[in-house]
């Protein structure tokens, strides 16, 4: 009785699914599975180039959409996205087929930015200039990455934050709420970079360090372990580790 409802539920959310014409939605059987394809607002040109063994193709949008026109040839992304897979079952509606750079939002990667390997760009994120995003990093929700830039590893940066410059955002670290990562800054490990914090110059900031509020990082300041910088702290040169600064400018520091 179980998998009869089962069934009963697939083939009534599929009926339901051809009625929703606004949704832009078709199903169509393939390889045994039922694809819903939305309408795609960008394709794969055969412009391509290769990049650390891996094979990247320049995309082309296909509608209007954000600051995007139809026809407009976009950066380059090694797999392209969006196509759902469905198999309802229960509660359950599939899941989107692996890709760079979602069909949904106004994301989009312009110029000659590259997107590639397992990661992630959607919502409607921007990547400009020569930035590039690699390995399993996300780049979501309103956030930019340009110039040359790199996103990598598990990185993640979302809201509305900014990485530019020649700056470099790795391992498991986060940017987020309107923080900037720019000039020749690192921003690596679990380092949560949030609020209005800026990060730059030649800056590093890794661990588990937490840069926030107004916080300023930047010169050669290295902030690593737990440390947290907050209020409106500016550091510019120095290394602070195990460490809680708050509302005040310090240089020189050499704390451990």
């Known amino acids: 009785m179980k998998g009869k409802t089962m069934f009963e539920n697939f083939f009534k959310r599929r009926k339901d699914l051809r009625e929703e014409k606004n949704y832009g939605l078709t199903v169509e059987k393939k390889y045994g599975l039922y694809e819903l394809t939305k309408d795609k607002k960008y394709g794969l040109t055969g412009e391509t180039i290769e990049v650390d063994g891996h094979i990247l193709y320049r995309i082309q949008a296909l509608k209007d959409f954000g600051d995007v026109k139809k026809g ?18 229960g509660e359950k509606e599939g899941l989107w087929k692996e890709g760079n ?4 939002g106004n994301c989009w ?3 000659d930015a590259k997107v590639y390997g397992k990661a992630f760009v959607g919502d409607n994120a921007k990547i400009k ?10 780049i979501t929700d309103e956030t930019e990455v340009s110039g040359n830039a790199r996103v990598c590893e598990k990185a993640w940066v979302y809201e509305n934050a ?22 020749n800054a690192r921003v690596y490990d679990k380092a949560d970079i949030y609020g209005e914090a800026q990060v730059y110059g030649k800056a590093e900031v890794g661990s588990c360090a937490n840069i926030c509020g107004k916080a300023k990082v930047h010169g050669d300041a290295n902030i690593n372990n737990i440390t947290m910088v907050r209020g409106k702290t500016e550091i510019s040169e120095g ?6 600064i708050k509302g005040s400018k310090n240089k020189g520091i050499e704390l451990d």
């Open 72 to 89: 407009d040839l976009g950066g380059f992304i090694e797999k392209e996205g969006g196509d759902f897979l469905g198999a309802f079952w």
């Open 101 to 104: 750079l979602c069909q949904e």
């Open 109 to 111: 990667v312009y110029g």
């Open 129 to 138: 200039d020569r930035a590039e995003v690699y390995g399993e990093a996300k």
């Open 162 to 183: 900014k990485v530019g410059g020649y700056a470099m955002v790795s391992g498991r670290a986060h940017v987020k709420g309107n923080a900037q990562v720019s000039g």
């Open 239 to 244: 290394k602070a580790s195990k460490l809680r």
